[in-house]
Structure formats: C-alpha cells, structure tokens
C-alpha cells in the first residue's frame, strides 16, 4: 500500500484488535487507540502521517467518532473518513462528514478494508491530462 497510516479508533478492545490486524494483513500500516483523546493526540502532532481514519461513533466519556472526523477534516480536508456504529448509522447523512463511509455493525472485515481501500483509490484517482 501507498505511504501513511491509517487511524483506527475504536474503544472495544477486541475490536479494535480485530480491525488492526486485519488491516495489516490487507497491507495497511495502522496506528490503534482507544477514544478520541488518544486519536488526537496521535493525529494532531503530524497530521500528513495518517492516510484514513476508521473510527467507532459511540466512544464513551469525551467526543464522539463525528467529532473526530470533523477535527481530522480541519486539518486535511480530504481524508477519507469510514464511521462504524451499532446504532448511530441512521445520523451519518447529518453528523457525516461529506464524502465518507457509514459501516453497520455487525460487520464483516472484509467490508472495512472494502470502504478504506475504495476512498483511497478516489482521492488518489489519477488526473487527466489533455
């Protein structure tokens, strides 16, 4: 895979160990953290290290996957963004950011390295020349 990071933030462990894992067999570097404090903190300092961002909606104590993703966005505004949520799925066409991706748990791994690999390949789709 291309250069950067992918930033996963998901606060049920075993998830998140799932999606790591499966992202780096699928070729990704990843960057795993727990709640939005931590994914700031990772993202924040060096915010061309990170490719694409996977974030949980619902994260506990502090700001929510829809936070995040607006946060990250201020900072690069074409990050590909891919939300999961159990229950908040029906607040993406509000609270989304434009050009992202809504996942339902229960999911399929496949279907996440599916909906990071497909944002990429539009942001890095290549420009006609005439």
């Known amino acids: 895979m291309s250069d950067g990071v992918v930033l996963i933030v998901e ?11 499966a992202l780096e067999e699928a070729g990704f ?5 727990r ?3 931590e994914a700031l903190a990772a993202f ?3 915010p ?10 619902r994260l ?5 996957g ?27 066409g ?10 339902t748990k229960p999911f399929f791994l496949p279907q996440i390295i599916t909906a990071v690999s497909q944002l990429l390949n539009a942001r890095q789709a290549p420009e006609t020349h005439i």
């Not at 829809?66 to 607040?91: F, K, Q």
């Not at 509000?94 to 996942?103: C, D, L, Q, R, T």
């Open 11 to 21: 606060d049920e462990t075993m998830i998140l160990l799932d999606l790591e894992s």
């Open 29 to 33: 570097q990843v960057v795993g953290v």
């Open 35 to 37: 709640n939005a404090a």
């Open 44 to 46: 924040d300092p060096d």
């Open 48 to 57: 061309t290290r990170f490719k694409a961002v996977l974030t949980d909606i």
């Open 60 to 64: 506990g104590p502090g700001q929510s």
């Open 66 to 92: 829809w936070e995040i993703a607006r946060h990250l966005r201020r900072s690069n505004s074409t990050i590909p963004v891919v939300y999961m949520s159990g229950d908040s799925a029906v607040h993406w």
């Open 94 to 103: 509000a609270e989304g950011v434009p050009n992202s991706i809504m996942i």
